[in-house]
């Protein structure tokens, strides 16, 4: 069995902190993670060493079978998405929206000199119109809402037809109906047979698009409990994640939780 991802024994520390602490996680084909925990639990860390973004401190991460440390990173990028908030930090304001998609395909966040192919424009046109965002391509970036952005990104993040997508907490800042919808397109998107491997970021339950298979709750740089959603989503285990008592429930495919009476 080959691994999408494969850490063990992952230790990151930073200065005298251990902010992520004997990690291990298994990620296969076709499978959809949700990472749900606290401020501060370590999940945008995960990302960053699952995006090549960071090497661990001790102990082994596996991405598409090629071990980080012994491999270009810059060759294995090109087949990872990432949607984050710092990454977003990256895009000129001033940057088309078609233009935010399309430099993906160099692995950019601002177009300068290069050639795109008609491939390359009809790919991200198509991108666009999957999220909704179609009609923006001519707008700047920095025009956009907030949830216009983020749809913007996700695009962006599968311009280069990726084997793993991970999105950190694309939902965040989002009002109620930009919420659901972008849930609604997750779950489209979990649901293709075509899709690259997904893993997200969230701190809420409710924003867990119905298609993801698995879930991994994490608390104080470690993993708590990790596999299937139904079997870890249980109040006693939300209780230990976040430290208050939760109740948790579940209906037509969506989850939510409140504190518990
Ligand atoms: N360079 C650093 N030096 C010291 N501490 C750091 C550094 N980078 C991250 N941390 C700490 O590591 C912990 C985990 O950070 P991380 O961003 O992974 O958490 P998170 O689960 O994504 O939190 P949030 O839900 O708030 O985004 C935090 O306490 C953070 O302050
Ligand atoms: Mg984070």
């Given at each position: 069995m080959s691994w999408v991802l494969d850490l063990q024994g992952v230790r990151v520390r930073r200065e005298t902190t251990m902010i992520l602490d004997g990690v291990d996680w298994q990620v296969?084909?076709?499978?959809?993670?949700?990472?749900?925990?606290?401020?501060?639990?370590?999940?945008?860390?995960?990302?960053?060493?699952?995006?090549?973004?960071?090497?661990?401190?001790?102990g082994s991460v596996e991405i598409l079978g090629e071990r980080l440390g012994g491999v270009d990173v810059f060759e294995l990028r090109p087949r990872i998405g990432l949607a984050s908030a710092a990454l977003a930090d990256l895009i000129p304001r001033g940057e088309t929206v078609r233009d935010?998609?399309?430099?993906?395909?160099?692995?950019?966040?601002?177009?300068?000199?290069?050639?795109?192919?008609?491939?390359?424009?009809?790919?991200?046109?198509?991108?666009?119109?999957?999220?909704?965002?179609?009609?923006?391509?001519?707008?700047?970036?920095?025009?956009?809402?907030?949830?216009?952005?983020?749809?913007?990104?996700?695009?962006?993040?599968?311009?280069?037809?990726p084997e793993l997508l991970l999105l950190d907490e694309p939902a965040a800042g989002l009002d109620l109906g930009g919420r659901e919808e972008l849930v609604a397109a997750l779950a489209e998107l979990a649901g293709d047979p075509a899709s690259p491997v997904l893993v997200l970021v969230t701190h809420h339950p409710e924003e867990i698009p119905p298609g993801f298979t698995h879930l991994m709750l994490m608390r104080d740089g470690g993993v708590l409990q990790a596999g299937p959603v139904e079997e870890v989503m249980t109040s006693q285990n939300l209780t230990e994640a976040f430290g208050v008592p939760l109740e948790v429930s579940h209906d037509a495919g969506r989850w939510t939780a409140r504190a518990a009476r």
């Open positions: 296969a084909e076709g499978e959809r993670w949700v990472i749900l925990g606290p401020n501060g639990a370590g999940k945008t860390t995960l990302l960053q060493l699952a995006s090549t973004r960071m090497h661990p401190t001790a935010v998609v399309l430099t993906a395909a160099y692995g950019v966040t601002g177009r300068w000199t290069e050639a795109y192919e008609e491939f390359d424009e009809d790919r991200a046109r198509d991108l666009l119109a999957a999220f909704g965002v179609d009609t923006l391509a001519d707008r700047r970036f920095g025009t956009l809402s907030e949830g216009e952005r983020k749809r913007v990104q996700i695009a962006r993040s599968l311009m280069t037809d």
